[in-house]
């Protein structure tokens, strides 16, 4: 089975001191895991160049691929390009291309401001769709996206269909037994099947069930076995239902 | 003016496979900025050992203090604990004085699953409260908090409580012109006034304005002179109203 790995960093001050609630990490980490891709880091930082310069390339090595999410833009506190251009030891140059596009999708005279907007990594790639006329900004494996939820959810959307693979399944279990009670049945099922993602959930507000189990695998016949065998193991009054 | 640094680390295999969403975050950048607490970095992470040791560690060295969410419990998913000692060096130990608690407030016969709930850093500290029977686990300058937002909620009011210091103040201005072209006074604005925390979120949805600047600072007297010479600067037609 096929795996791919992914980090998210988002930029914004905003987000960390609570003026706005970011909405992109739970996009992404939805659309991503529907293409059977691993996002295995979630980072939020602030308006910061060697922050940003410094997470990104982290992020870069340890990943497949990663997605930033913000900083984009022709203000003070737009450093995401600028960011990812020195994690990689890049200059940041105008791109020609780009500032042409912006040209003829904006009104008004341009200004210095607007051409901040043409402003990316040397080297980097310009990926053009047809959903959005400003292309994705692309250096090395890391993805510079807008913040803006529209945008962003489009942009991600293409980039999850580049990295599509082979997908998860996913099988659930709700049980009316506490966490103490079925956690010896959880961990044989796991020795017995140490590849299973295996996540135990208690609701503490909820009538109907108080630990929902999930059961998951890239591998559907290896997820149907470990199901069978925890089935087995809990007590049949305990199963409220499965998925 | 007092400064104070936070990270937040939140644990959690079902956040990264967008099974759930988080609110944790939201909810501890909100009440942190009101204790004029800086939230610096929000890190989500999965259930695994090495890695949330390896991000508490670098944490808990950056920052003045780390809070993390979620991981706790008596199943095999459940890592925090480990991960926080790992991140020290310490071993994980059963704490009499816990395992007494839990024995307390628990029905039914002890079992080694509700034991797990005891085991917790060698030499951590038991913060009691009123609100929670739960003691929460502080090891060096890190706290350990369920990721049950009930919980994670209660307990985090009183971390941030406990490192109340000066406020943020914040003044905010709604203008009808874009960041283009208003970028230039941002940049003036910052020259003149290097301290103030100068943010620009353009809105694309709305017909009211286009792009909301909050001005903020820790000196209220800075403020509100950053705050008139950026007034003084912008077009005063574009200037939809401030707060």
């Known amino acids: 089975m096929n795996r791919c790995s992914c980090a998210l960093v988002v930029v914004g001050n905003e987000i ?9 990490a ?13 996002l295995e880091r979630i980072a939020v930082i602030p308006d910061d160049l060697d922050v940003i310069a410094a997470e990104v390339r982290e992020c870069a090595a340890r ?12 203000t003070h506190d737009d450093l995401t390009m600028e960011g990812v251009a ?31 907007m043409a402003e990316i ?38 980039i999850a269909r580049r990295y599509r693979t082979d997908p998860y399944f996913i099988r659930t279990i709700y049980t009316t037994a506490s966490e103490s ?12 099947y140490p590849e299973l993602m295996l996540g135990s959930y208690p609701k503490f507000d909820d009538a109907e ?13 290896y997820l149907d076995r470990a199901f069978d065998h925890l089935i087995g193991l809990l007590p049949r009054e305990a199963v409220l239902r499965t998925e």
Chains 1, 2 share one sequence.
């Open 16 to 24: 960390l001191s609570g003026k706005i609630p970011d909405s992109n």
């Open 26 to 38: 739970y996009f992404a980490a939805r659309e991503l895991r529907s293409a059977g891709v691993a």
């Open 63 to 74: 990943f497949d691929f990663v997605v930033t999410s913000g900083g984009v833009g022709p």
């Open 86 to 116: 020195r994690a990689f030891g890049r200059k940041v140059i105008v791109s020609d291309e780009l500032a042409a596009l912006i040209n003829e999708h904006s009104s008004g005279k341009p200004n210095p401001a607007r051409l901040k």
């Open 121 to 158: 990594p040397e080297g980097a790639v310009l990926n053009q769709s047809e959903e959005i006329w400003f292309p994705t900004i692309q250096v090395e494996n890391v993805y510079v996206l807008p913040g803006v939820p529209q945008l962003f959810e489009t942009k991600l959307r293409m």
């Open 181 to 192: 009670a079925i956690a010896a049945y959880l961990n044989d099922c796991l020795a017995q």
């Open 209 to 221: 069930y108080r630990v929902k189990l999930t059961l998951e695998s890239k591998d559907r016949g």
